[in-house]
Nanobody, 114 residues
Framework: EVQLVESGGGLVRPGGSLRLSCAAS????????MYWVRQAPGKGLEWLTA???????YYADSVKGRFTVSRDNAKNTLYLQMNSLKTEDTAMYYC????????RGRGTQVTVSS
């Protein structure tokens, strides 16, 4: 069974950092195109990052220079390092096997507030 489990969210002050994890099972992360998406309150899903099988990474303009996607092949886990967080980054964060987020996990909440 394919499963994605996100973790690492929480409450952080503006300017702070968090690292999200996405533990995958039922498939191999390093052989897949993987994405991070988020959904802010009252808004639709927003694509944030992509990591392709070869390791190439891509970022939405809204997070470029602040967020970094990586993976640990041995742990079959995808990560999202988030730095310089802003209040507008408050959202539920999901990893997904598709850019639109249709195959996303249950998500982890990130709240950026002073």
């Amino acid at each position: 069974e394919v499963q994605l489990v996100e973790s690492g969210g929480g409450l952080v002050r503006p300017g702070g950092s968090l690292r999200l994890s996405c533990a995958a099972s039922g498939f191999t992360v390093s052989s897949s195109w993987m994405y991070w998406v988020r959904q802010a309150p009252g808004k639709g899903l927003e694509w944030l990052t992509a990591m392709y099988k070869g390791g190439s990474t891509y970022y939405a303009d809204s997070v470029k220079g602040r967020f970094t996607v990586s993976r640990d092949n041995a742990k079959n886990t995808l990560y999202l390092q988030m730095n310089s967080l802003k209040t507008e980054d408050t959202a539920m964060y999901y990893c997904s096997r598709d850019r639109a987020g249709a195959t996303r996990g249950r998500g982890t909440q990130v709240t950026v507030s002073s």
